[in-house]
Structures are given as C-alpha cells and as structure tokens.
C-alpha cells in the first residue's frame, strides 16, 4: 500500500523527491500519512477534495484485495 500511495503521490507533484509515506500500523487498521512540499498540497487535495477522495477510493479498492483496512492522512 505504502509503495502504491508513493508512486500516485510522486506523479501528481512537481516535487517528487519530497514525497514521504509514513505507515503506522493498529490493530486491523494502517494508517498512510502522506507529506508533500507545502507547494504541492493543493495538488495532491485538489479542487473540493476530488483528488484526495480519488487517491484513498484507490488505496482501499487495493486494501479491499488484501484483507485490510486503510486509512490515508494528507499531513504537512
């Protein structure tokens, strides 16, 4: 899940190097935080969200495959 958050994130920014994925994990949940350059975040969040909401709909249809839940958090 980590890997295929990055690679969304690093081709939706102009500033790829800056992607960071940070994974926590709880009992039957894991918790993405995704971090990108202050420049970058309005296109990671996109207009009234649609491109958040697009890239977790992404990462739980992958999370459904496996059997787990996933969480995204876009943090600064």
Request: no cysteine; glycine share 4%.
């Amino acid at each position: 899940m980590k890997e295929l958050l990055e690679t969304i994130a690093r081709s939706l920014v102009d500033y790829p190097d800056e992607v960071r994925v940070n994974e926590v994990e709880s009992d039957k949940t894991i918790i993405l935080e995704l971090s990108v350059a202050k420049e970058d975040m309005g296109k990671v969040i996109g207009k009234q969200g649609r491109i958040a909401k697009a890239i977790r709909t992404v990462i739980k249809a992958a999370a459904i495959k496996e059997n787990v839940r996933v969480v995204v958090e876009i943090v600064q």
